[in-house]
C-alpha cells in the first residue's frame, strides 16, 4: 500500500525567508507526485506535479519540488515567502488507480 | 466559468435527515471522485468513477450512493445522516487516472 507522509504539521516562516515543506512516500515503484495548497474555505489547487519527466517541477506562485528516489522524497520549496503563501499544504501520490492518497497536510504561517 | 462546481457550499441538517451534493464538470473529464476532508483537515478518497462507471468504492457506509447521469456530473446522496458525517466533501475531476485532478470548492456539511 502507498503512503504519504508530510513530516511537520506547521511551518512558520518570516516573510522573505525560505519555505521547504517535506514530503516522502513509500512505494516500490515511483508514483506520480502532487502539490496542491488549499487557502481558508476554499477547494484544492494543484501547485505542481511530478509524472518522471524532469526531477525538478517548477510549479506557480514561485514554488518548485525536486523528485528524490534514492531518498523517496518530493520535498516542496520556495526561496521567499510571501504572505499570501499562508495557507495548508498537501503532498499527494498516485499510481494510476484512480485515487489521490493525500499527505495529513502543513500548515503555514507567514510572519511579517 | 467554473472547472468544477459543486452545490450547495454550505449545508446544515439534523440527524437522520437525506440530503445530495451535486457536482458538475466542464473540463470535458472522463474521471471524477468525491473525497471527504475531516476536521483535522485529513483527505480521503471515497468514490472514483470513469465514463460514469464505478471504480472506486472506499469502504464508505451504504447510506452514502453516488450517482453518475453523464460524464459531466457526480452527485452524492447521504441517507439518515449521522453526526460523524459532518465534514468537507470535495468533488474533483480529472482527465485520466494519472493525471492532475481539479477540486470544486467543497460543501461544508454540518448535522445537528
Known amino acids: 500500500a502507498q503512503s504519504v507522509t508530510q513530516l511537520g504539521s506547521h511551518v512558520s516562516v518570516s516573510e522573505g525567508a525560505l519555505v521547504l515543506l517535506r514530503c516522502n512516500y513509500s512505494s516500490s515503484v515511483p508514483p506520480y507526485l502532487f502539490w496542491y495548497v488549499q487557502y481558508p474555505n476554499q477547494g484544492l489547487q494543484l501547485l505542481l506535479k511530478?509524472?518522471?519527466?524532469?526531477?525538478l517541477v517548477k510549479g506557480i506562485n514561485g514554488f518548485e519540488a525536486e523528485f528524490k528516489k534514492s531518498e523517496t522524497s518530493f520535498h516542496l520549496t520556495k526561496p521567499s515567502a510571501h504572505m499570501s503563501d499562508a495557507a495548508e499544504y498537501f503532498c499527494?501520490?498516485?499510481?494510476?488507480?484512480?485515487?489521490?492518497?493525500f499527505g495529513a497536510g502543513t500548515t503555514v504561517t507567514v510572519r511579517a | 466559468d467554473t472547472a468544477v462546481s459543486q452545490t450547495p457550499k454550505y449545508l446544515v441538517t439534523q440527524m437522520g435527515n437525506d440530503k445530495s451534493i451535486k457536482c458538475e464538470q466542464n473540463l470535458g473529464h472522463d474521471t471524477m471522485y468525491w473525497y471527504k476532508q475531516d476536521s483535522k483537515k485529513f483527505l480521503k478518497i471515497m468514490f472514483s468513477?470513469?465514463?460514469?462507471?464505478?471504480?472506486i468504492n472506499e469502504t464508505v457506509p451504504n447510506r452514502f450512493s453516488p450517482k453518475s447521469p453523464d460524464k459531466a456530473h457526480l452527485n452524492l446522496h447521504i441517507n439518515s445522516l449521522e453526526l460523524g458525517d459532518s465534514a468537507v466533501y470535495f468533488c474533483a475531476s480529472s482527465r485520466s487516472p494519472d493525471t492532475e485532478a481539479f477540486f470544486g470548492q467543497g460543501t461544508r456539511l454540518t448535522v445537528v
Open positions: 511530478y509524472t518522471s519527466a524532469a526531477t
Open positions: 468513477y470513469n465514463n460514469k462507471e464505478l471504480i
Open positions: 499527494a501520490v498516485s499510481h494510476n488507480d484512480y485515487k489521490l492518497s
